[in-house]
T-cell receptor
């Protein structure tokens, strides 16, 4: 299957700082990328959907000014957590897909810890 | 989106078959049944999907009831590497539409 990478895999930051997470589709052009968040022992919750070249669509309750998403190319999307707080500590996972694909390809996830 | 219901957890002995059930009584005619699994501390991975007919691939088989109100994911010989949370998801369109994850079934494999 297609490969999606995320960087970094783990990050620890101090409260009030910003953190950028990159999601790359390595061997196909992703017309759509998704960002999920997963708290311990819970399921994945969709945060936003981004189409290449367009503004991201955020799910209800997700602050777009806090979680900045950029999908500037068909192979790269970034999620920036601005002014991070301890409650933002979570496992962030991206996925990528194309209009012709029945499958979503997930990245390995990024574990964010805010101290 | 139509809802799915799965048992919270299941156990299986290693090298035995596993049948993971999913109920989706409100499924619509255009909904595909997708299965993903998530190994510990990893992103989910696609397992299999189907519409009406039973499906097989190298990972698993998917048995779909004739009325499509339920389906079963079959792992023919469970290995320790199959220990994961398995999600049954209904999706009406390919690719570009988001997946809505429920709680899934946590499968434990006993050596």
């Amino acid at each position: 299957g297609a490969v999606v990478s995320q960087h970094p895999s783990r990050v620890i930051c101090k409260s009030g700082t910003s953190v950028k997470i990159e999601c790359r589709s390595l061997d196909f052009q992703a017309t759509t990328m998704f960002w999920y968040r997963q708290f311990p022992k819970q399921s994945l919750m969709l945060m936003a959907t981004s189409n290449e070249g367009s503004k991201a669509t955020y799910e209800q309750g997700v602050e777009k000014d806090k979680f900045l998403i950029n999908h500037a190319s068909l192979t790269l999307s970034t999620l920036t957590v601005t002014s991070a707080h301890p409650e933002d500590s979570s496992f962030y996972i991206c996925s990528a897909s194309s209009w012709f694909s029945y499958e979503q390809y997930f990245g390995p996830g990024t574990r964010l810890t805010v101290t | 989106d139509a809802k799915t219901t799965q048992p919270n957890s299941m156990e299986s002995n290693e090298e035995e078959p596993v049948h993971l059930p999913c109920n989706h009584s409100t499924i619509s005619g255009t909904d595909y049944i997708h299965w993903y699994r998530q190994l510990p501390s990893q992103g989910p991975e696609y397992v299999i999907h189907g519409l009406t007919s039973n499906v097989n691939n190298r990972m698993a088989s998917l048995a779909i009831a004739e009325d499509r109100k339920s389906s079963t994911l079959i792992l023919h010989r469970a290995t320790l590497r199959d220990a994961a949370v398995y999600y049954c998801i209904l999706k009406s369109s390919p690719g570009s539409y988001q997946l809505t994850f429920g709680k899934g079934t946590k499968l434990s494999v006993i050596p």
